[in-house]
């Protein structure tokens, strides 16, 4: 299930930035005593009670500013909030209840998502709970006394976002159609490559980078199977970003990830794989989703016979971490390949979702130990007693081992090409955990 997305709401100078760093667990908002100063988003994922999610930090919104900079901010925080499952509305309890509040909260209440709110600065409960009270007047919800600065109040705060979480997941359950997330930079092709798969304009394609803000799910029947694909806003390096709504697309691109079962990493012929595409599918990797490739453009790219290896092999070198990810050589405007993307993507779908018998396992796990003995140091050897797969989406296993610290990372990258030569895992990534046990 992929993460929700909370964003951190409310007027300039009321400490948001300060509570998603309490609640981050790590100083990354920067966090002055004056409003504006958060002018980007910034999010973090975070867990509450074995329940993760991720937090979006937003400049503040002051709805009557005729300030350029407080517009961005306003119009940045309004993206946030579209992309959200739930709000949290931080308000001030020592400026008390104003009337830009009011105004944030209609705006709010517009939104239609669920919002918990925050009386922030609370630092003495006796002292300030009668006018905590006060803020039922937004007409919103019982208001939640923290303090972010002394961490008091979280507990309870996160508690009422949990209540909101559970009724998404239940709503979530209902739809097993796999979800294909097609990522890349701006003007790749995102967009051209759906509207080929579907046969008709349904996506706004535009020559013009950074057209598609918004993460737009579209389904697609092929050869009778239901997908989800999610187009979603191209990453662009912090250096080429002009507008400040740009860098939000991140968050988009993220959060689609996170609603994904595989990836459709999309990379410009011409312009080649560049850092901004490797940060894309590090994201992709690092919440073990399904990898393809797919270089879109290439029928604008002269070629001789040692092309396809010659780009193939600086993919791989560029983008080291990803050796099971599927490549492709496409043109979304001709067609070319277009419809291997759904062969190779049923593929990895199922092999995302591929469980190994605890037998075979270990059947392998034995052979692969008498082809190459296990590290051994001072005397001591490794042991490997037993493997077991213990989940999917991505495949993750578990080994059983007498010292974890015998384990050196390359033979465990051993263990795992032996499970890859034999069950193939082909455009998933696999997760191998090592657990000690002393008998």
């Not at 579209?82 to 308000?91: E, N």
């Not at 059947?363 to 493997?387: F, M, N, T």
């Not at 997760?431 to 008998?439: G, L, M, Q």
């Amino acid at each position: 299930m992929s993460k929700p997305i909370i964003a951190i709401v409310g007027r300039p100078n009321v400490g948001k930035s300060t509570l998603f760093n309490a609640l981050a667990g790590e100083r990354i908002s920067i966090v002055e005593d004056h409003p504006g100063v958060t002018r980007d988003r910034i999010y973090a994922d975070m867990t509450w009670l074995n329940h993760t999610f991720s937090l979006i930090d937003t400049g503040g919104i002051d709805i009557d500013s005729k300030d350029k900079m407080l517009k961005h901010m306003k119009e940045q925080a309004q993206i946030a909030i579209d992309t959200a499952d739930i709000i949290l509305f931080l308000v001030d309890v020592k400026q008390g209840l104003v009337d830009s509040d009011f105004k944030v909260a209609d705006m709010l209440r517009r939104s239609g998502k669920p919002i918990v709110l925050a009386v922030n600065k609370v630092d003495n409960f006796d002292k300030y709970m009668p006018d905590v009270y006060e803020f039922f007047n937004l007409g919103i919800g019982e208001p939640h006394p923290v303090s972010a600065s002394s961490k008091l109040g979280l507990g309870d705060m996160l508690d009422s976002v949990l209540e909101h979480l559970n009724r998404e997941e239940i709503e979530e359950q209902d739809d097993d159609r796999p979800r294909i997330a097609v990522v890349g930079r701006p003007n790749v092709g995102k967009s051209s490559l759906i509207n080929y798969m579907l046969g008709e304009n349904r996506v706004i394609v535009s020559d013009i980078a950074g057209t598609t803000r918004d993460a737009i799910d579209t389904e697609v029947v092929y050869q009778d199977n239901k997908y989800v694909f999610i187009d979603t806003a191209g990453l662009r390096r912090k250096s080429k970003i002009k507008e400040d709504l740009e860098r939000y697309s991140i968050i988009r691109t993220v959060a689609a990830i996170e609603r994904s079962d595989i990836v459709i990493l999309m990379i410009d012929a011409e312009e080649g794989v560049t850092e901004q595409d490797a940060k894309i599918a590090g994201i992709a990797h690092d919440r073990g989703r399904g990898m393809i490739i797919a270089v879109n453009k290439w029928d604008v790219i002269e070629k001789d016979n040692h092309s396809v290896k010659k780009y193939t092999n600086r993919i791989r070198e560029v983008l080291s971490f990803l050796p099971y990810a599927e490549i492709l050589f496409i043109s979304a405007v001709t067609g070319q390949r277009i419809h291997k993307i759904m062969d190779v993507a049923q593929t990895v779908i199922q092999n995302h979702s591929l469980r190994i018998h605890t037998g075979v396992l270990n059947e392998i796990l034995a052979e692969a130990v008498a082809l190459h003995q296990p590290p051994s140091d001072k005397g001591k050897h490794l042991r490997l007693y037993y493997i077991t797969q213990v989940s999917v989406k991505p495949p993750t296993f578990v080994i059983f081992v007498n010292s974890k610290a015998l384990m050196h990372f390359s033979y465990q990258r051993y263990i795992e090409n032996k499970i890859r030569e034999t069950f193939g895992f082909r455009g998933t990534p696999i997760r191998i955990y090592i657990r000690e046990r002393k008998n």
